[in-house]
T-cell receptor, first 112, second 114 residues
Framework: DAGITQSPRHKVTETGTPVTLRCHQTENHRYMYWYRQDPGHGLRLIHYSYGVKDTDKGEVSDGYSVSRSKTEDFLLTLESATSSQTSVYFC???????????FGPGTRLTVT | DAKTTQPPSMDCAEGRAANLPCNHSTISGNEYVYWYRQIHSQGPQYIIHGLKNNETNEMASLIITEDRKSSTLILPHATLRDTAVYYC???????????????FGKGTKLSVKP
């Protein structure tokens, strides 16, 4: 357990509405990540952060934005949710010096 | 694409050792072998990683062949709670961000039976 929490754990929203998912860590790790997991695709990296206000895109970043104003919080925003963004979203941190990643419990998002 | 090959499924009797194989024939000299598992509906859980020497921790042992083209994860006394999908991942260590990105393949579904 690397002190990672995600909120909300479950959310149902309508197409076109904005949604923000929060990842919170308690141990001041520099790197934080957002993944999504879908049947047949495994886990795919959306965005990651390497410090406060420092973020970069991953493999499937279209339709998502992120922000990190504090070390402990990494927010994932869907500006206008679509049904294709129905998924399970996992946050992760990586630990110095070998950067193995530890994952949060996940957020199940359903866009109707 | 994942750089590893794993059997899609395996069974193991409770209390016995579970030996999960992984082929990574194109592994580079600076790439480590990582193992993760995912129990149904939970986030992936880090198990162990290694470069070329065998490694052991409280969860498992990792045996890497001398040519580093394959490895085996060993759960010494499997329990029902070890039922999960196990992922073998090859990546460069020492980097976060995109260089340290984990690429998950399909993994091996391990079923531990009473």
């Amino acid at each position: 357990d690397a002190g990672i929490t995600q909120s909300p754990r479950h959310k149902v929203t309508e197409t076109g509405t904005p949604v923000t998912l929060r990842c919170h860590q308690t141990e001041n790790h520099r790197y934080m990540y957002w993944y999504r997991q879908d049947p047949g695709h495994g886990l795919r990296l959306i965005h990651y952060s390497y410090g406060v206000k420092d973020t970069d895109k991953g493999e499937v970043s279209d339709g998502y934005s992120v922000s990190r104003s504090k070390t402990e919080d990494f927010l994932l925003t869907l500006e206008s949710a679509t049904s294709s963004q129905t998924s399970v979203y996992f946050c992760a941190i990586s630990v110095d010096p070998t950067y193995e990643q530890y994952f949060g419990p996940g957020t199940r998002l359903t866009v109707t | 694409d994942a750089k590893t090959t794993q059997p899609p499924s395996m069974d193991c009797a409770e209390g016995r050792a579970a030996n999960l194989p992984c082929n990574h024939s194109t592994i580079s000299g600076n790439e480590y072998v990582y193992w993760y598992r995912q129990i149904h509906s939970q986030g992936p859980q880090y198990i162990i990683h290694g470069l070329k020497n065998n490694e052991t921790n409280e969860m498992a042992s990792l045996i890497i062949t001398e040519d580093r083209k394959s490895s085996t994860l060993i759960l010494p006394h499997a329990t029902l709670r070890d039922t999960a999908v196990y992922y073998c991942i090859v990546r460069v260590a020492g980097y976060g961000g995109s260089q340290g990105n984990l690429i998950f393949g399909k993994g091996t579904k391990l079923s531990v039976k009473p």
